[in-house]
């Protein structure tokens, strides 16, 4: 390879990590809520394998055709507050957000070294940020 | 295939940063084959009219998924042939981007390998013959750690 092409090469790579940054307020705030949106949907991910939901139930529940629940998953559609609504409807669970130091999720913290060290002994360890709790559960607590 | 790969040290740590404001010794890591960099990253680097980045966002949302070791149907996922560890970033749309992706295990660390930017021939869960052809291809390239 060329030291031109190099050189090219690396400053692409500069370039993305800068944009990685987020240094604009906005920009990050966009994103921030957008990440904070996917931790939402895991949630319902999981309540949706729990209960045997598929995308397809969902779309209609939701009264929504399924490449927009596909797009909401991916995050390119925003979600609302009446959707989480919605969703406290179809799962008959409750929703129950709570504010958490980073300190407590910052990655080096929420997966040991040993998680990584092949495919097969990959054992996920993380604590959701949001949780969807059956009622009866948030009423005993 | 012995290939070579340029790491891009900071991405990975940079937006865990944003995520959780701190981050000390990531275990995973981003690299991109050395060969297909330009494409890729001219890809990702893509602006619109109004000179904002298209794509950096989703990509933003790819590496979450990533740092967090999630496999999905809409972001990042697995894909075949089984126990090549191929994977692809999908940037779904009318142009049905994927980037295919090679995961390694180094000691420690898990590496994304980012290898090749595709556009996928078929629609929805579907593979076509072709797409396979290019997963098969990217399963059997070897990187060193």
Known sequence: ?141 | MQRKSRNIPEAITNLAAVIYHEIKDSIIELRVDEKNAEEILSFLLQKDKNNKHIHIKKFARILREIALGNYDEDLYDREPPKNQNVTAMKFKGKDNIRIVCKEIFCKNKKVVMVALFHKKSSRGKNISKKDLAIYETIGGYEYEC
């Not at chain 1, 957008?34 to 319902?44: A, H």
């Not at chain 1, 958490?100 to 997966?111: F, G, H, P, T, V």
């Open chain 1, 1 to 141: 390879m060329s030291v031109k092409k190099k050189d090219k090469i690396d400053l692409m790579i500069g370039q993305l990590e800068n944009l990685l940054n987020f240094e604009n307020e906005t920009e990050r705030i966009e994103v921030k809520a957008s990440f904070i949106q996917l931790d939402i949907l895991d949630e319902v991910k999981k309540i949706m394998k729990e209960k045997n939901i598929t995308r397809t139930d969902l779309a209609q529940k939701l009264n929504k055709s399924k490449s927009f629940v596909s797009q909401l998953f991916s995050g390119d559609k925003a979600i609302n507050l009446k959707m989480v609504a919605q969703f406290q409807e179809i799962f008959n669970a409750k929703f129950i957000p709570s504010f958490k130091d980073y300190s407590e999720y910052a990655l080096s913290k929420k997966y040991s070294k040993n998680d990584y060290v092949n495919n097969d002994d990959y054992v996920k360890n993380e604590t959701p940020i949001f949780r969807l709790t059956d009622y009866e559960e948030s009423k005993a607590a």
